[in-house]
């Protein structure tokens, strides 16, 4: 099945720095989302794009998609020791009829240190 | 309080033996899913279900089954034929709109252990 690849595997800044998490896929979908973990916790939603845009703002996240690279990127900016997370990206292609299913990258494991 | 509840959250298991992972949800979503994920992967699909009384195989389904006798519960049975179960368990639903825009909320998860 597709999954998405995130790059790199682990990051680490400075607070006050940014932050950038590749992710790249291999097949159509229908939307791409990330995703983010605290050590040992369930996952929380940050932010889903449409395949049919191109860039997305929430905050202090920001996420572009090239659907003809099959690729999206993750930007943090002015991060904090809070954002210390993994951030997973996630597609969905839709099952057979039509549901959602997401396939999850392997993450991005973020430190953020004071 | 909305969300999604999984217990226990540490569970320890001898081989050959069958446990369930309960998954409650009172969102109202019609949705939910069981995810595997091992230490520094990303999480694997197991089985989901779009609706009451309907389920369908993930990627790794094989070991593993459920039910979804009510709309709230989704529990996750992992049998003896599971070869390495051991790993954390999360169960998370969404509306299940089939729009292809849902979000997905997850539970705290349950980690699996087996002696």
């Known amino acids: 099945s597709q999954q998405g690849e995130e790059d790199p595997q682990a990051l680490s800044i400075q607070e006050g720095e940014n932050a950038t998490m590749n992710c790249s896929y291999k097949?159509?979908?229908?939307?791409l989302q990330w995703y983010r973990q605290n050590s040992g916790r369930g996952l929380v939603h940050l932010i889903l794009?449409?395949?049919?845009?191109r860039e997305k703002h929430s905050g202090r996240l920001r996420v572009t998609l090239d659907t003809s690279k099959k690729s999206s990127s993750l930007l943090i900016t002015a991060s904090r020791a809070a954002d210390t997370a993994s951030y997973f990206c996630?597609?969905?292609?839709?099952?057979?009829?039509?549901?959602?299913?997401?396939?999850f990258g392997k993450g991005t494991m973020l430190l953020v240190s004071p | 309080d909305g969300g999604i509840t999984q217990s226990p959250k540490y569970l320890f298991r001898k081989e050959g033996q069958n446990v369930t992972l309960s998954c409650e949800q009172n969102?109202?979503?019609?949705?939910m899913y069981w995810y595997r994920q091992d230490p520094g992967q990303g999480l694997r699909l197991i089985y989901y279900?779009?609706?009451?009384?309907?389920?369908q195989k993930g990627d790794i389904a094989e070991g593993y089954s459920v039910s979804r006798e009510k709309k709230e519960s989704f529990p996750l049975t992992v049998t003896s034929a599971q070869k390495n179960p051991t790993a954390f368990y999360l169960c998370?639903?969404?509306?299940?709109?089939?729009?292809?825009?849902?979000?997905?909320?997850f539970g705290p998860g349950t980690r699996l252990t087996v002696l």
């Open positions: 996630a597609t969905d292609a839709g099952d057979h009829s039509g549901y959602s299913t997401l396939t």
């Open positions: 998370a639903s969404s509306i299940g709109s089939g729009r292809g825009t849902d979000t997905q909320y």
């Open positions: 097949t159509s979908i229908n939307n």
């Open positions: 279900s779009q609706i009451v009384n309907d389920f």
């Open positions: 969102l109202n979503h019609d949705a």
């Open positions: 794009i449409r395949s049919n845009e």
